[in-house]
């Protein structure tokens, strides 16, 4: 019969073009571990916390540290600093950072702390299992203020008290303090640390003179339309720069101040524009493994749709809400 064929049953396409959050959401069932399926069904489609705890739990080792390549950047089973930093990210922003787990986790920080009492990235393992090339093993590793900052920054925001982080605290205020020419993801974790720092004069203070050496330097680029002008950090890929809205993640971070209303606004845009044709965003580092390529990028969108909402630009077709607060005066 006429109009009985396919083509009549399939309904027209919509000229509503997908809003970011629905491209998103698709690139999550597509390509995300259950993690990041449950932890973008939570923020921003009314999904439950237990299902994020339940699919976390799935990386928390025996020793009360977090392993399995929870971080995409090592692989392999064992316990290290650097997942216990990403583990925290998401009970804090789940607001579960408290009770007896985190009193397990910071007993299981203090058997694997350095002499000085602070985190290594990588603790020294047994055998080898393979991780990413800028994460080298050690027999005797240092402590990091890449992985001790936010660490730090998270459990004191969740004004949790511990023994271990009286020395911990200490050792990152003296490593934020003694920076001279900090990398990139030295910034941000001493970011995260002072966003989360106690004792908020000094912390302001810190924020302050570290946010003058980062503008001094240009470690941040300032002007996404000319970021090929920017000095490329040793040891980077092509392309892995911070952008103001990588260290500035939320409107009430200290490190908003570093940034005019224009120039946190341009790296804003540069960012809403990164969205990809799959609905993901890219991820700008080295590419040492298709494993954890393909399964740090629902990480990297994840981080980029909070931040847009944090700054109230509109992911899901509705007007923006008004977030868009002008951060404190420039560093002097």
Do not use: K
Not at 146 to 151: A, K, Q
């Amino acid at each position: 019969m006429p109009g009985d064929d396919a083509s009549s049953l399939t309904p027209p396409p919509s000229s509503i073009p997908p809003t970011p959050l629905a491209r998103a959401e698709q690139f999550f069932w597509l390509t995300a571990r259950v993690l990041e399926q449950r932890r973008f069904a939570f923020h921003f489609l009314g999904g439950e916390a237990d299902a994020v705890d339940t699919a976390l739990g799935s990386y928390l080792n025996a020793d009360g540290g977090y392993g399995h390549a929870l971080d995409p950047d090592l692989r392999g089973p064992l316990s290290h600093p650097l997942h216990t930093a990403h583990a925290l990210r998401i009970l804090d922003g789940l607001g579960r950072c408290a009770g007896q787990r985190i009193e397990r986790l910071c007993r299981h920080l203090t058997r694997v702390s350095t002499a000085d009492g602070a985190l290594p990235v990588v603790l020294p393992a047994p055998r080898g299992y393979p991780g990413a090339p800028y994460h080298p093993v050690y027999d005797d590793p240092p402590g990091e203020l890449l992985t001790t900052g936010p660490v730090v920054g998270v459990l004191h925001r969740n004004r949790i008290w511990h023994a271990w982080l009286f020395r911990a605290t200490d050792f990152c205020w003296e490593r934020v303090g003694n920076l001279r020419r900090p990398g990139p993801y030295e910034v941000q974790s001493a970011v995260a640390f002072l966003d989360g720092a106690p004792d908020r004069a000094r912390a302001v203070a810190a924020a302050d003179r570290l946010g003058r050496l980062v503008r001094e330097q240009r470690l941040v680029v300032l002007d996404p339309r000319r970021r090929r002008e920017y000095p490329q950090y040793p040891g980077c890929a092509p392309g892995e720069q911070l952008f103001a809205h990588d260290v500035a993640r939320r409107p009430e971070s200290l490190a908003r101040g570093w940034f005019t209303d224009e120039e946190i606004g341009r790296s804003l845009d540069f960012l809403a524009a990164g969205q990809q044709q799959d609905g993901g965003w890219p991820v700008r580092r080295l590419a040492w493994a298709p494993g954890s390529s393909l399964e740090r990028r629902p990480i990297a969108t994840l981080e980029a749709l909070l931040t847009l909402r944090a700054y109230g630009r509109p992911l899901t077709g509705d007007p923006p809400a008004d977030a868009t607060r002008p951060g404190p005066a420039l560093p002097r």
